[in-house]
């Protein structure tokens, strides 16, 4: 049964998504689904999911063959499985509520074409903490840091599968050493801005395990914003029948 402050939001193409105050659908997850881009026969893995919107999102568009969902909260975890029953994909999505940091004989390890991970943006011990602990962890690297992630997607990918991320440009370095460290080579990147005269707010990144130093792919800055401060032609393509619906 759902609690009082629960709300179902559009995610287009007749499908919905139980959203929360402390679980939400945010421009950052939309983008890195779209940015990993699963294919059809691809396994996937979506590390920290909160309430699934990436699952959900790929899904919507008819990928991948399976996805595995793995989110620390355990109402989270409930309202994802509420949301994939709603949708009719409940035997496409595996839920699991587990630290990411403990997933030997939970998940199959080395079965995966591709990892995501939407994690929290402060460093530990970095800026000021919410009072929340849901909020806590969705924000502060309080359960994860960027080493956890790579160390946990090193183990589940399969040899060439890759890793996507997405962070505050502060973090860049940070991350690029995780991976590297757990033998993902950084392979592509994009930047994200609200406007050309705004500083990048977010990166996205994927790497690759096991891939061959260097070679790594600088896309163009991705703007959020277009010339008539509304959405950007390519947020407009990007959000598709969910901007139509709802924005």
Same mark, same amino acid.
């Given at each position: 049964?759902?609690? @009082?402050?629960?709300?179902?939001?559009?995610? %287009?193409?007749?499908?919905?998504?139980?959203?929360?105050?402390?679980?939400?659908? /945010?421009?950052?997850?939309?983008?890195?689904?779209?940015?990993?881009?699963?294919?059809?026969? $691809?396994? !996937?893995?979506?590390?920290?999911? *909160?309430?699934?919107?990436?699952?959900?999102? /790929?899904?919507? *568009?008819?990928?991948?063959?399976?996805? /595995?969902?793995?989110?620390?909260?355990?109402?989270?975890?409930?309202?994802?499985?509420?949301?994939?029953?709603?949708?009719?994909?409940?035997?496409?999505?595996?839920?699991?509520?587990?630290?990411?940091?403990?997933?030997?004989?939970?998940?199959?390890?080395?079965?995966? $074409?591709?990892?995501?991970?939407?994690?929290?943006?402060?460093? =530990?011990?970095?800026?000021?903490?919410?009072?929340?602990?849901?909020?806590?962890?969705?924000?502060?690297? =309080?359960?994860?840091?960027?080493?956890?992630?790579?160390?946990?997607? !090193?183990?589940?990918?399969?040899?060439?599968?890759?890793?996507?991320?997405?962070?505050?440009?502060?973090?860049?370095? $940070?991350?690029?050493?995780?991976?590297?460290?757990?033998?993902?080579?950084?392979?592509?990147?994009?930047?994200?801005?609200?406007?050309?005269?705004?500083?990048? @707010?977010?990166?996205?990144?994927?790497?690759?395990?096991?891939?061959?130093?260097?070679?790594?792919?600088?896309?163009?800055?991705?703007?959020?914003?277009? @010339?008539?401060? %509304?959405?950007? $032609?390519?947020?407009?393509?990007?959000?598709?029948?969910?901007?139509?619906?709802?924005?």
């Amino acid at each position: 049964m759902g609690i @009082k402050e629960e709300k179902t939001e559009p995610l %287009g193409g007749g499908f919905r998504i139980i959203v929360s105050e402390q679980h939400k659908l /945010w421009t950052d997850t939309v983008l890195l689904a779209h940015f990993s881009s699963p294919r059809k026969k $691809d396994k !996937a893995c979506d590390l920290g999911s *909160g309430c699934g919107p990436i699952p959900l999102i /790929w899904l919507r *568009g008819g990928v991948p063959e399976s996805v /595995w969902a793995v989110e620390i909260q355990e109402d989270a975890c409930n309202m994802l499985r509420r949301s994939a029953a709603m949708n009719n994909v409940e035997d496409r999505i595996t839920v699991v509520n587990s630290d990411l940091r403990e997933l030997r004989g939970k998940v199959p390890f080395g079965a995966f $074409d591709i990892v995501v991970c939407n994690p929290p943006y402060t460093a =530990s011990g970095a800026g000021i903490k919410s009072s929340s602990q849901s909020r806590l962890i969705a924000r502060h690297e =309080s359960m994860c840091t960027a080493d956890d992630i790579c160390a946990a997607a !090193a183990s589940l990918l399969r040899f060439s599968g890759r890793l996507c991320m997405c962070q505050r440009p502060e973090r860049l370095c $940070d991350v690029m050493e995780a991976m590297r460290a757990h033998g993902i080579e950084p392979k592509r990147l994009r930047l994200v801005q609200q406007r050309p005269e705004k500083a990048p @707010k977010l990166f996205l990144i994927e790497g690759r395990l096991g891939g061959r130093p260097g070679g790594l792919v600088v896309e163009p800055v991705l703007f959020i914003e277009g @010339k008539n401060g %509304g959405f950007s $032609d390519e947020m407009i393509s990007i959000y598709g029948k969910y901007k139509e619906e709802y924005l």
